[in-house]
Structure formats: C-alpha cells, structure tokens
C-alpha cells in the first residue's frame, strides 16, 4: 500500500523567511496530493492541493510542487508569518483507492518573531 | 457554525469500559472517515463509510466498529477501551466519486487510564 514519508519534523524560521516541507510518496498510481494545516486545539484543515497532472499550483504565499517521476512534493510558504506557526501534514492519494488518504508523519512549524 | 462536529471534545475513561465517540456533518457529504492521530505518525484511518450501507475497514481496525446511522451521522466505538488507545480521534467527511477533498471535526481527546 501507499507509503508517505515526511520531513522534516519540525522547522523553525524567522518571521519573514521562506519554509520548504518535502514529502515523498511510494505508490505511483496516487494522483491527488493535499496538504492539510493542524493549529493547536483543531482539526486538519485543507490548505492546498495537487493533481498529478500539474507540476505547480500556486495560492498566495503558499504553493506546492510536483515531482511524478521522483514521486516528491513540497509546500513552499513564502514571507511567512507567526499565524503560520501550525502542525502541517501532507498527504496521497488515488482515486482507485477510494477517497483514502495516507497522510505523512507531520511537520511542526515555528515562526520566531 | 461548524460544517462538521464531533462529540464529545473530551473523554476519560477506564480500561475495560465500552465508549461512543459521535459526528455529525451538515456538508450533505455522502463520504465519512474516522482517524486517530498519534503524536509523530500523523492521522491512521480506522473506518469509513461511502453511504449508510457501506462500512469499511480501515489500517487500523481493531478493537473499534462503528454505525452510520444516517447520511449525516457517524459514529465510532471502542468496546472495551484500553490504554493504548488514547488518542486523538477525527472524524472527516467529502463529497465523493472525484471530489476527494477531506473536511475534518474538530477532533474528541480520548485519554483511556
């Protein structure tokens, strides 16, 4: 079955800078790839995600890249912000699957002020 | 007002007792899903349900069944709950066939002593 590895686990950077989380996927037959953002006390929210047939989808400071070959993908955050401090998971998936999704281990960001 | 809700937020029990964790969604989604998240593996998907007739295992199944009472209700139970089933606990719903996207309660802090 579908395996997601994510790293890293946890990622601090200064308010203002970029953060790059990198997940990769085993099952080449997966095709949707969401990434979801956890805030302390809440569940999973849907932040952004991507269809194999697109390289890159973009939505303000956040985007996320595809790599089928490879079978990697990253959430990039840019000119990040402290309400960006959250647990963010990435996540796969194939429509033969069912609507099952296999989420990663989970990336704890900090934003320092 | 939130589209899907979950009851109740907090639990404790005592092993060897028989406990209902409760969702209910106003998505009008067809598709249910119950997870539970551990700290550093992320969400493990226990069961889910494509419509009140169809249950499904999920990766973790054991020592947990569940009911579909209706469209809108998804219930999950542990019966004779032991310590290392505590946990956080989610229930997610979406729409279906093609529409993958994944909305999450807000989740119900199960602590089993």
């Known amino acids: 079955g579908e395996n997601v590895e994510q790293h890293p686990s946890t990622l601090s950077v200064q308010e203002g800078d970029s953060a790059v989380i990198k997940c990769t996927y085993s099952?080449?037959?997966?095709?949707?790839f969401p990434w979801y953002k956890q805030e302390l006390g809440k569940g999973p929210q849907l932040i952004i995600d991507i269809r194999s047939n697109v390289g890159e989808k973009k939505d303000q400071r956040i985007a996320v890249t595809l790599n089928k070959t490879a079978k990697h993908f990253s959430l990039h955050i840019t000119e990040t912000q402290p309400e960006d401090s959250a647990v963010y998971f990435c996540a796969a998936s194939s429509y033969s699957s069912a609507s099952k999704i296999i989420f990663g281990s989970g990336t704890r960001l900090s934003i320092r002020p | 007002d939130a589209d899907v809700t979950q009851t109740p937020r907090n639990r404790i029990t005592k092993t060897g007792k028989r406990i209902m964790l409760e969702c209910s969604q106003t998505?009008?989604?067809?598709?249910m899903y119950w997870y539970r998240q551990d700290p550093g593996l992320g969400l493990r998907l226990i069961y889910y349900s494509f419509d009140v007739k169809d249950i499904n295992k999920g990766e973790i199944s054991d020592g947990y069944s569940v009911s579909r009472q209706a469209q809108a209700k998804f219930s999950l139970s542990l019966e004779s709950a032991i310590p290392n089933q505590t946990a956080l606990y989610f229930c997610a719903t979406s729409a279906g066939t093609g529409v993958p996207e994944q909305y999450f309660g807000p989740g119900t802090r199960l602590t089993v002593t």
């Open positions: 998505k009008g989604h067809d598709r």
């Open positions: 099952d080449s037959a997966s095709n949707y």
